[in-house]
């Protein structure tokens, strides 16, 4: 029996033993974001002042990340801002030096891992939108706003330069018409005032007895 647990034991140790070796120490060198994901863009959830002791729990094999943790806490941190002890000096932690060093290479996914670490954070609400990568999320969203404003601004051009043409033609118009109606009223009143002359004409105008008639003429009125 005490042969049996002890192989248990053993088995339980064999077993533990890679969880153990899936950590690595390592070193900020500077104050560093501590980020939600394997880039810049991901949202910050603590910051590592220099020098600060971190425990690097695995690194990305296409990028220079890692994911470590800080005081309980879980995050990424840039591998140039990284540092380990490899052979009795500090190394920045890199690719070459994963497997020295006993860190296991690794993948991200949003989802997995803010479900894990994350459930507290206001930006955990937008994990369906991270986990299309934060440069879709930022560049093509930030293209299609900028789409937007410029159809936006387009339509309001075309429509202020569409009522703009209106209210030109239509002013013109106006004006046509006032021009015409003043041009009829002025014909209107010289053709009156023609027709006032020639009345007052008619009737100035002397009968042409007046010079005709001589001294015995019986046409004549006395």
Known sequence: MKNLFVKIAAVGLLMLAPAVAQAAEGYST???????????????????????????????????????EFYGGRGWVSGQYVQALYQQRRVYVGPQYYRPLGIPMIRFSVDNYWDRYYRNRDFYRD????SRGPDYDYRDRDNRDRDRDRDNRDRDRNWRERDGDRDGRDRNRD?????????????DRQRGERQRDDRRGDDRRPDRRDFDCRPGDPSCDE
């Open 30 to 68: 500077a104050n560093v974001n501590m980020r939600a994901g394997p880039s810049t863009r991901y949202p910050a959830v603590a910051v590592i002042p220099a020098g600060s002791s971190v425990e690097i729990r695995g690194c990305l094999s296409d990028v220079n990340w890692c994911d470590v």
């Open 127 to 130: 994990r369906d939108r991270w």
């Open 175 to 187: 004006w046509r018409d006032d021009n015409q109606r003043d041009d009829r009223q002025r014909g």
